[in-house]
């Protein structure tokens, strides 16, 4: 029976070592396989104590771990992340954060144009606000380049019908870009809310959020291009009516 050399490694009890790469020692050191897994020195040998990691133990004491076994305990990074659906971000939720708290809030002064809506026109503004919505969340949920485009094209055509309507109900351009404001905050807000609860990793999270913000930028020059183009000396008298929700 050959014997051992002081360099060769012999098993750790219960444990038999995978195949290694030819091209790669498969076989690390106890400081590089904690580094590579983020773990302590102490957490490691425990693991391996326990079995979940194959493991050798050389002449002089030193524990050697399999190159492969730590590389599939690291997590791999996924090619898509999950839909916004499937996040609990739906069209329906993204909504309900527009509708205001059961709290006692202050009267806005009055004056503003949206002091002045009658209800059939709040309405109209809570529908084409709920179509933005599912435009954007289908925009950032897909995975080609046409269905992107053409489901931000739809919601910044949305977006350029609210911008003259606003218009033709005589509010100004920065009436418009605030009440635009309004409707942008909650979105992101909700989004950058979903991304934490859901846990997703930091790249999935940062291109969500500024593809959200992206997207947010073409709808807001969409709603201003709108006014503009509208804007003008013949604009509709408004009723007396209660302010509205761009969403709800």
Do not use: N
């Not at 030819?22 to 302590?40: N, T």
């Amino acid at each position: 029976m050959a014997r051992l050399s002081r360099q060769s490694p012999v098993p750790h009890a219960g444990h038999v070592p995978p195949a290694g790469r030819p091209d790669e020692p498969d076989w690390i050191g106890l400081g590089e396989a904690s580094r590579l897994l983020g773990i302590s020195h102490g957490t490691l040998r425990r693991w391996a104590d326990e079995g979940r990691l194959a493991v050798f133990t050389t002449p002089g004491g030193h524990r050697r771990f399999s190159r492969g076994a730590i590389r599939a305990l690291l997590p791999t990074a996924r090619a898509h992340r999950p839909s916004l659906a499937r996040l609990g971000a739906s069209p329906d939720r993204i909504v309900r954060a527009y509708r205001p708290p059961r709290v006692r809030r202050p009267v806005p002064p009055p004056g503003g144009w949206l002091d002045r809506l009658a209800e059939a026109d709040r309405e109209v503004f809570r529908r084409r606000g709920r179509s933005i919505v599912a435009a954007l969340l289908e925009h950032l949920d897909a995975v080609d380049g046409p269905t992107r485009r053409l489901k931000l094209q739809e919601a910044c055509q949305a977006a350029a019908e609210h911008g003259r309507e606003v218009a033709r109900l005589g509010a100004s351009m920065s009436e418009a870009i605030q009440t635009f404001l309004q409707f942008r905050s909650p979105f992101i807000t909700e989004l950058a809310g979903v991304a934490r609860r859901r846990g997703l990793d930091t790249r999935e999270a940062t291109e969500l959020l500024v593809g959200a913000e992206a997207a947010m930028d073409q709808l807001l020059v969409a709603t201003m291009t709108g006014h503009a183009l509208t804007a003008g000396p013949r604009r509709r008298r408004l009723p007396p009516g209660p302010a509205p929700e761009v969403v709800r």
